[in-house]
């Protein structure tokens, strides 16, 4: 499906199940960014237009939310959380070296909380949540997604 056309379905989806247009703007942002790892111009263009917003609400809402980009990222991404539960569990021993390990390889981005407090340090790759991460298994999971 090309890419006009699967904003356009995502609009038509999202705006049957919310009261307002401006209630689906979240919803539409994250199938983009899922889909397409990204929400280019061309989208927050297309979609300022169906939800009847500016594009610099769109925009707005784009950048500043850690989730969505406005262009992709060419990485593959290690999400690491590093919120008060997992920092209680150790992470942050861990950051420096999660981050020599990947060196132009991945991508590793700050998230604040994933879910699973008690069983951290946890991070994210893709869909998939890696608990009680300690140095090699968060390195070998670095490896992986490299
Ligand atoms: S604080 Fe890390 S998963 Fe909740």
């Not at 919120?83 to 992470?91: I, L, S, T």
């Not at 020599?100 to 790759?125: D, F, H, Q, W």
């Not at 869909?127 to 490299?146: M, P, Q, S, T």
Request: hydrophobic content about 45%; overall charge neutral; glycine content about 6%.
């Amino acid at each position: 499906m090309k890419q006009h056309e699967a904003i356009t379905e995502s609009i038509e989806r999202q705006t049957r199940t919310h009261d307002r247009a401006r209630a689906a703007l979240l919803p539409i942002l994250h199938d983009i960014q899922a889909e397409y790892g990204h929400v280019s111009e061309d989208a927050v263009r297309q979609i300022a237009s169906a939800l009847n917003l500016t594009r610099a609400e769109v925009h707005g809402v784009v950048s500043f939310y850690h989730d969505f980009r406005a262009s992709p990222q060419p990485l593959p991404v290690l999400k690491l959380c590093r919120a008060e539960a997992c920092k209680a569990r150790g992470v942050e021993a861990l950051v420096e070296g999660a981050e020599r390990a990947a060196a132009g390889k991945v991508a590793i981005e700050t998230v604040y909380c994933l879910g699973l407090c008690s069983v951290g340090p946890n991070a994210m790759v893709g869909k998939e949540v890696h608990a009680r991460l300690d140095a090699d298994k968060l390195n070998a999971l670095i490896g992986a997604a490299a």
